[in-house]
Structures are given as structure tokens and as C-alpha cells.
């Protein structure tokens, strides 16, 4: 019991820096911005309290709900679509590739380039007179359609094949470390039991990968919440309300247009519904772990 | 070629399902590849060829002076030498925010998975929580508290912010990792009478290297990347090369230059990009494996 | 005020006194400004080599894009460590900074240099705060331009720049049957509202105009001119090519400069891009004022100074405000820039047709403001709003479009 609590003291100490931070920055920020969400701030903070005008102002704001049904069909398809092309580029980088090293660095690539430009050249790709349908009906197929970045019912998932192509590189090397790791006797094992590779993968390795797999998709689930700077280099929200997200409504909200108030109304939304909608299943998760983790 | 050690079994004859592996990457390679290859003609093409809206053609003739003006000549006010004045704040502000936020991340991953003390999973919560959060919000606290402690506009300050900023990801990705790690391994240990710090320094962080390689990669694109944050903290002696590359590219009433653009955005991602490719070693299979064993 | 709301500037002001002043004999200004592309970087330099001449010290703090410097400007503020200087354009956006007490009045230097005789009335009482002068007047952008390619007019065979709108769509109608892409259109929301507003004032006229922006006049009359705007705007649909969303307003320009396009309607910053490509206003492009327009909406920069607890920088501020309204200075900037100089006693024998023509409607008076000048910068957002939805929604009901423009007031 001593030992126990003296290892213990250990871990928690180790931990400390970490408890001041999320308390400090990231629970401190989170009231900051709850009680002047209350306020009628404008550019600088402002203790006149309006109750929940702000909110209200919010939900009137076809703006801001096109951006929450957007960041959902998003963040969906874009989390989804990582995670599948991720996981086949890894498995398929696992079988003895020769070049590894240049495919693994091409799917990663994209990872390391600011959107500012690429976002440029997505736009100009999937522009029907300047990208891939001009250059399509040039070599004669005339009624070959690419227009995804200037229609309004596609724009959407252009952000999404663009995002997918920055991020499934991630996944991939996420995977990959995972895949490394598995021991080589599973896998003799498993080929002396006959199974074919491909079962292998989804039976015996994917269950394996899946504390890294769901790390993965957590943190591209961060990166959707944030989404900004594709949003801003491709389609700047447009056409219409088609491709607005929240972030970029925060951020619109708290320097250009200069209201404090409506900017952290739309965050505490954010944040909340976040923290609603996946606490069930981080429970649920902390419930099955438990067992094991009682040291 | 040989420095991997994939498992299965090693292919002595091109098979249909060798055939078909290959295919799928090459097409994927090529769906990777499209941006890169209309950024880098765009980039080698003149002004007047770009007006024609070509964008996949190439250039009728090499023109690398966008290059040139990129690195030493494009104009931010009216200071005009390039992104290469960013170059050194860039790794200056990046390699020890990566470094501080890995070690705390490795950390707190072995902390929470494997040692669990009372609030750990309240804790975890918290970064995921905060992770969440768009994080233009924290600026007016931020900067605001920074100013208090006397390390807005500083070095330090801008490492601080990135580090606090980091814990999330990093957290969270080796808690995860960690979880996968055999219980055995940490009891036999303890019972050995390892304490904390040197199950996690002689087992544990060895064994981690795959998952160290990954993070470290991720968090230093994330902090070379960093555009906002740089711009807001780092002050005006220690500005990133991401501002400069916002400075040369964006403008709403100023002519673009997009051969400039295009390669000084390849320019500002060339050490993440050299960083992938020279990481490779560390994938190789076996250094993890081992660490199980021993 | 408000205790809550001092205590913060008071917390404001307390960083800045913390801040270490350096010791420097000459005066020596910080300006952020987000002119970094090369035409506006030529032009601040005009500003820099007079001031540096007349002993001052530069530090440039530039970044480029409206909301990242904007960005870093308000958490300077915050930090208390204002820059001495900021490029930023005049009117309501900077009220509220003037109204929380976090800029310094340059009033002395104003009426040293006989500003009032210098400006149109109207500008002059837009940098004025509460009666004192505030801002330092750069120069002017007109933003009721069409720009067109003379060699897809020839093409096309119009002969003369259109009076009227008829005649004006009755051109476009040949430049679409001659093959050539009618109105080169640059859909982002910001652009959009540009053109919106140059055929709003084509529509209602000078006071028509100010009343709407100015009064929030919802008259019937204001109504009725907001529809038919709205009717022009839907019309222009039907000229633009599939790629227009979400284009850039010099991938637009190019499309005018290889003659793939017609026309574009933009601001006079557009002439950049032309010269940049070696083309001559007047020879291979032209320049028109919106069909049917009495006058010239505009955009007018300034520089702005902050309150940073540091007499030195005070000093400095005060040059450089004499230096931006230096009449030498005032011409050579709007030439590198391709704007309008505020002055109107400068030598006009320099400027091309183009700016010419603007500045002949500025001494005129017949100008109104652009909408970032005369609304929050709130409502500058929801008239982007507005006029985006309606554009690219592909609406027919002008009506009840000019019912919900006046929502944006609210």
C-alpha cells in the first residue's frame, strides 16, 4: 500500500505541469469566453451583460447554422475518408514495397504544406475553365464535368477531397507505427494457420491498431473543429453560405467584424455540443478500460 | 530497400495481387502528386504564361527567377528579402517547442495509461475538451497573460504558447500508444523495483520510438506551419517564416505574383518535407519488437 | 464607460508603462500596415524614404491580409504594446478605438498644415473624432470601375464605351455572341458587395446613396432603389462564365488582359495588375465609370496612431503625419499605388487617365463612401452576407431582396 501511493505521488507529480495548464489556459479561457458570450462586447471586452441576446442573435444567423450542418457533413466524410485511405496506403506500404521510403514521404507531403497556396490549387484543379474539366474536354471528352469548387451543392465536398489529400498521409504513418509494432510471432502464427494476408490485416490487425486507429481520428476530428485556413484559401465560405464552418465564423466574428460577444456565443456553442455529443462514448470507453488499469 | 523488415512472406515472384498492390499505390502517388506538379510548373512559369490559365501545361520555357525572388527578393512592406529572414526564427521556435511538448507528451501518455492516479481520466478529459476549442479564442487571455508574465513578444513566450497548445495532440496520441502496451511488461518491472522514471526512460521510451518518430513529425509540421500564433506572440524579432509566406502571398488589392507564391510555399515546407524522408529509417521494424521482448 | 471596462484599459495602460522604452535620440515609429504585394510596397517605401530623410527611424511591422493584421493589432492593444503607427482605412472601423482613448489626436499638425484647405470637406470630417483630426489620409481607391479589353470590344464590335445600362448589356449580348467571356467575375463576397454598391449609386444617386448608408433611410424610395440594383445584379448572372465562384479579382483581371474576357467591374487597384502585364490604360484597356453613375464610390487609407505612453514616439507620430500629407509625397504614393491623392492641390499631369478621371470627380465632391467607411465593421459583414446569398442563391425576387437589405441596419 505504501509503495503504491509513493509510485503513485511519482505519476501525479509528473502530471502536474500538464494540471496547471488545462486549468489555468484551457479551463480559464473557456469561462473567460462563457461570461462574455453574456456580454454585448464588441472590440474589446465589456461587462455589460445582455443575458442571451447573443445566442439568440446566434441562432438567428443562417450563417452560423449552415456552418454547423457543413462542419457535420464535413467532418464526417473528411474523418472517414482519412481513416480508410490511411489505413489501405499503411497496409499496403506493410507489404514489402519497394521504395517505401518515397511513397510513404509522397502520401505525407501534403501534410507539410501550408494551405494558404495548396488551397489555391485545389481551387484552380476543380475550377471547371481553368483545372481538370478544361483539361479533360481538351483531350475531347466535351461533356466531362469537374466543378465541384463553384457549385453550390458540390463546394462542400470539394473541401472534403482536399482535406482528405492533406490528411489521410497522417493516418497513414499513424497506422504504420502501429503496424511496426505488432510482434513478428502473430504473424508467423497466423501464416502457418493459413490465413489469407488480407484477413490477417482486418482481423488480427485492425482490432490491434485500434487504440491508435481512434487517436487518429480524434485528432483530425480536432483539426474539423478548427477547419479555417482550407476553408478561407478554396472557397472563403462560398458559394453562399455553402461552405461556412465555425471557426472561420469565430474568427470572422472576433477581429474583422470586431464582436467579442457573437465570436465566443458560437465557441461555447461549439464546445459544448462537442463535449455533449462525444461524452457517452469517451464514458463508455472509460468504463471498458477500467479493469485493466487498476494498478 | 532492405532496411525494412515487414512481415509476412517475402515475395519471390511478381504475383496479380503484387500487380494490383502496386497499381493502387501508383494511382494514389498520382492523386498525391497532381497539387505538387501544378505548383511547381506554376512556379517555374512567367507571369504572362500563368494569364493563360493553364494550369497543368508546362512551361514553355524554365524560368526559376520566382525562385530567386522567393528566397531573397519578395517585398513584405517595405523590407524586400525574401522568406529566408524567417528561416532560422522558424527552427528556432520550433525545435525546442517539439522537444518540450514530446517529452511532456510521452509523459503524460505513460502517466495516464499505464499509472493512472487519482484524476487521470478527469484530467484527459480536460485536454480533449480543450483540444476542441477553436483556439482564435484564446488569444485576448493569452496575450493578455503572457504581457503579466513579461513573455509576450519573446521567445520563450511563443515556445510556452506552442507547448501549451501541444498538449492535446500529443497526450492523446501516446496515451494511446501506451495502452496497447502489455500490463505485464510495467508490473514485472515494478516488481523488479523500477520505479516511474525508469520503467519510463529504459523501457518504455525505447520501446516507443515508431510512435516518437510520428509525433515529433506531426507536432513540428503543426509548429512550422503555425501561422497565427507566431504572428500574435513571437514578437517582431523572432517572426516565423509562415509570416513572411503570409506576406508574400496573401493581399486583397495588391497584384499577385503566383510564381512567387507557389515557391515559397514549397520553399517555407521544405524541412517538414526533408524530415519525412529522412525519418524513414526509424519505421524500421524490429526496434519496438525488441524492446517487448527484452 | 464602464468600472469593468476601465479597469481593463486601465490594465491596458499599465502593461504599456511597463514596457521598456528605448532609449533612441532620433524619433522612431513602428507601422504595421498589410501593404506588402509589390505596387503597395513601393508606395510605403515613398512614405518611408521622406520620413527617413527628415530624420526619422522605420521599423516596419507589416502583414499582409485584413484579418491576420487586424488580428495582431487588437492583441498588441491588448498587450499593451501598440505599434506607433497603423495602416488602416478611415472611418467607423477606427471609432471605436478613437472612442476608447487608445489613439493620439494629431490635431496641431493638421491645422499647421492647413488640412481643412487641403481636403474635400467630406474626408476631412472623416478623420475628424469628436471635432479633433485623428488619422493621416493616405490616399483614395475609386471602386466604381468597369474595365474592359479593347481588343475584345473590337472583337466584338462595340465601338464606344456603353452609356446606359441597355446599351451597356446590349454590349455584353456581342461580346457573348463574338465568343468571348462577358464580364470577367471575381465571386467572393467582398467583390461582390464592390459591384453592388457601384450600381446602387447608378441606381439612387449621390444622396440616394448617402441616405441608405448614412441615414439608413428605408424610404420607399431607397427601397425601390435597392430592388432595382438587385434586378441589374440578378441580370449580370447571365454573363459570367462557370468558374466565377470564389475567383480571385486578379485571376478576373487576367482573363480582361488576355482578352478572354470583356469587362470586369473593380476597384482602381485593378490597374496593377495591367501594368504589371506591360498594358497601357487608354491604348489597350480602358477604363469607364460605372454606366449611368453620377459619381465615384471610394475607398480612402489612412494611417493611425496609436497611444503608446512613450513621448518619443509621439514626436514621431507627428512627423509622420506631416510627411503622409506632404503634397510631393501625397502624388508620388498614389502613383506607385494607383490610387487617387487625397490632396487636391497636386500636380495631376503625372497620373493616367484613369486616376485622372477619379480625381477630377474628387475635387468635384461627387463621391460617396465605400461601406466600410460609413458602417461598423459589423454590418459590413452582414452586407457581404447579403449580397452574397442573393448573387449566388440565383434569386429572381428583387422585392423582397430590398425588403431584407435593410435588415443588415438592425
Keep these: ?295 | 530497400m532492405a532496411r525494412t523488415h515487414p512481415n509476412g512472406p517475402r515475395p519471390t515472384h511478381m504475383t496479380a495481387g503484387r500487380i494490383g498492390l502496386y497499381a493502387f499505390l501508383v494511382i494514389a502517388a498520382l492523386f498525391f502528386l497532381l497539387p505538387l506538379y501544378a505548383m511547381i510548373v506554376t512556379s517555374l512559369k512567367t507571369m504572362d504564361e500563368i494569364r493563360l490559365g493553364r494550369i497543368f501545361a508546362l512551361p514553355e520555357t524554365l524560368d526559376i527567377s520566382a525562385w530567386i525572388t522567393a528566397w531573397s527578393g519578395a517585398c513584405m512592406g517595405t523590407v524586400c528579402v525574401g522568406i529566408r529572414t524567417g528561416f532560422w526564427n522558424s527552427f528556432a521556435i520550433t525545435v525546442p517547442s517539439v522537444a518540450l511538448s514530446v517529452f511532456i507528451g510521452a509523459v503524460n501518455g505513460y502517466a495516464l495509461s499505464l499509472w493512472r492516479p487519482r484524476g487521470a481520466s478527469v484530467l484527459f478529459g480536460l485536454l480533449m475538451a480543450g483540444g476542441l476549442i477553436p483556439y482564435q479564442i484564446f488569444l485576448y487571455p493569452m496575450v493578455r497573460a503572457m504581457a503579466n508574465i513579461d513573455l509576450y513578444n519573446s521567445l520563450a513566450g511563443i515556445i510556452l504558447v506552442h507547448v501549451i497548445f501541444g498538449l492535446p495532440l500529443v497526450t492523446l496520441l501516446f496515451r494511446n500508444y501506451f495502452v496497447s502496451v502489455p500490463e505485464e511488461l510495467c508490473k514485472a518491472a515494478r516488481v523488479d523495483g523500477a520505479g516511474f522514471w525508469r520503467i519510463f526512460f529504459e523501457i518504455m521510451l525505447p520501446m516507443a520510438v515508431p510512435m516518437i518518430v510520428v509525433v515529433s513529425m506531426l507536432q513540428f509540421t503543426g509548429i512550422w506551419n503555425d501561422f497565427l500564433l507566431g504572428l500574435v506572440f513571437a514578437g517582431r524579432d523572432n517572426l516565423p517564416m509562415t509570416v513572411q509566406l503570409n506576406n508574400i502571398v496573401n493581399t486583397t488589392m495588391g497584384e499577385r505574383t503566383y510564381n512567387v507564391n507557389m515557391a515559397a510555399t514549397i520553399l517555407t515546407a521544405i524541412v517538414p518535407l526533408a524530415i519525412y524522408f529522412l525519418s524513414g529509417r526509424w519505421f524500421v521494424r524490429g526496434i519496438a519488437a525488441g524492446a517487448v521482448k527484452g | 464607460m464602464n468600472k469593468k471596462m476601465k479597469l481593463f484599459l486601465a490594465g491596458v495602460a499599465l502593461v504599456a508603462t511597463l514596457a521598456p522604452v528605448h532609449a533612441e535620440d532620433k524619433p522612431t515609429i513602428e507601422i504595421m500596415s498589410s501593404w506588402t504585394s509589390g505596387g503597395e510596397s513601393a508606395a510605403l517605401n515613398v512614405i518611408k524614404t521622406e520620413f527617413e530623410k527628415r530624420g526619422g527611424v522605420w521599423k516596419d511591422s507589416s502583414i499582409a491580409g485584413f484579418g491576420a493584421a487586424d488580428a495582431a493589432f487588437q492583441n498588441r492593444i491588448v498587450a499593451g504594446d501598440a505599434p506607433g503607427a497603423k495602416q488602416g482605412v478611415i472611418g467607423l472601423a477606427a471609432a471605436d478605438f478613437v472612442n476608447q482613448s487608445l489613439m493620439n489626436p494629431i490635431a496641431d499638425v493638421a491645422a499647421a498644415g492647413k488640412w481643412a484647405d487641403a481636403l474635400p470637406k467630406s474626408i476631412y470630417d472623416l478623420i475628424s473624432y469628436n471635432g479633433e483630426v485623428y488619422l493621416a489620409p493616405t490616399g483614395a481607391h475609386g471602386e466604381s470601375w468597369v474595365f474592359y479589353s479593347k481588343q475584345a470590344f473590337e472583337k466584338a464590335g462595340i465601338a464606344e464605351e456603353p452609356k446606359s445600362w441597355d446599351e451597356f448589356f446590349a454590349g455584353l449580348d456581342k461580346l457573348k455572341a463574338a465568343g468571348i467571356v462577358p464580364v470577367a467575375w471575381g465571386g467572393q463576397p467582398w467583390q461582390q458587395t464592390k459591384v453592388f454598391n457601384m450600381i446602387l449609386l447608378s441606381r439612387v444617386g449621390i444622396d440616394g446613396f448617402l441616405k441608405i448608408y448614412v441615414d439608413k433611410d428605408k424610404s420607399e424610395a431607397s427601397v425601390e432603389g435597392v430592388k432595382k440594383t438587385l434586378e441589374i445584379l440578378g441580370k449580370l448572372r447571365g454573363y459570367v462564365d462557370d468558374g466565377a465562384a470564389g475567383r480571385n479579382w486578379n485571376d478576373a483581371t487576367a482573363m480582361v488582359i488576355t482578352g478572354k474576357a470583356g469587362v470586369q467591374f473593380m476597384g482602381d487597384w485593378a490597374k496593377g495588375e495591367f501594368t504589371v502585364a506591360g498594358k497601357e490604360a487608354g491604348k489597350d484597356y480602358g477604363c469607364m465609370i460605372t454606366p449611368e453613375s453620377p459619381g465615384m464610390v471610394y475607398i480612402a487609407d489612412s494611417i493611425w496612431f496609436p497611444k503608446t505612453a512613450n513621448a518619443e514616439t509621439d514626436n514621431a507620430q507627428k512627423l509622420l503625419a506631416e510627411v503622409v500629407m506632404d503634397p510631393a509625397v501625397q502624388l508620388e504614393f498614389s502613383l506607385k499605388k494607383g490610387s487617387v491623392p487625397m490632396r487636391s492641390d497636386v500636380d495631376k499631369s503625372k497620373l493616367d487617365v484613369c486616376a485622372r478621371k477619379g480625381l477630377e470627380l474628387m475635387t468635384a465632391g461627387n463621391i460617396v463612401p465605400d461601406q466600410a467607411i460609413v458602417l461598423t465593421p459589423q454590418q459590413v459583414g452582414l452586407l457581404d452576407d447579403f449580397v452574397d446569398e442573393y448573387w449566388s442563391s440565383g434569386s429572381q425576387d428583387a422585392v423582397s431582396g430590398a425588403e431584407n437589405f435593410f435588415s443588415i441596419f438592425e
Design chain 1, 1 to 295: 500500500m505504501h509503495t503504491t501511493r509513493k509510485r503513485n505521488f511519482s505519476a501525479t507529480f509528473a502530471l502536474l505541469p500538464t494540471w496547471f495548464a488545462a486549468i489555468v489556459v484551457y479551463i480559464g479561457t473557456m469561462v473567460w469566453s462563457i461570461r462574455l458570450s453574456f456580454t454585448d462586447s464588441t472590440l474589446f471586452p465589456s461587462s455589460n451583460y445582455v443575458g442571451f441576446a447573443q445566442y439568440v442573435k446566434l441562432f438567428s444567423s443562417a450563417k452560423w447554422l449552415a456552418s454547423l450542418h457543413n462542419v457535420l457533413i464535413f467532418g464526417v466524410l473528411y474523418v472517414g475518408g482519412c481513416l480508410v485511405l490511411g489505413f489501405l496506403l499503411a497496409a499496403a506500404l506493410d507489404r514489402k514495397i519497394r521504395f517505401e521510403n518515397a511513397f510513404r514521404t509522397i502520401f505525407l507531403y501534403p501534410y507539410a504544406m501550408s494551405f494558404v497556396v495548396t488551397g489555391l490549387i485545389w481551387q484552380w484543379m476543380l475550377n471547371p475553365t481553368l483545372g481538370i474539366q478544361a483539361s479533360v474536354r481538351s483531350l475531347g471528352w466535351e461533356t466531362f464535368v469537374l466543378d465541384w469548387v463553384v457549385n453550390r451543392n458540390m463546394a462542400i465536398y470539394a473541401l472534403v477531397l482536399a482535406g482528405i489529400w492533406q490528411g489521410a498521409g497522417l493516418v497513414m504513418v499513424i497506422a504504420l507505427a502501429g503496424m511496426r509494432g505488432i510482434e513478428a510471432e502473430q504473424w508467423k502464427a497466423a501464416r502457418i494457420d493459413g490465413i489469407p494476408v488480407w484477413r490477417i490485416y482486418v482481423s488480427i490487425i485492425l482490432p490491434q491498431l485500434g487504440p491508435a486507429l481512434a487517436a487518429a481520428g480524434m485528432l483530425l476530428a480536432m483539426g474539423v473543429i478548427k477547419t479555417y485556413d482550407i476553408v478561407v484559401a478554396m472557397t472563403n465560405g462560398g458559394p453562399g453560405n455553402s461552405t461556412e464552418v465555425p471557426a472561420k465564423f469565430i474568427m470572422d466574428n472576433l477581429f474583422g467584424r470586431q464582436n467579442l460577444g457573437l465570436a465566443t456565443a458560437g465557441a461555447t456553442v461549439l464546445v459544448l455540443s462537442v463535449i455533449i455529443a462525444v461524452a457517452p462514448f469517451r464514458y463508455a470507453m472509460y468504463m471498458r478500460n477500467r479493469p485493466k488499469g487498476a494498478a
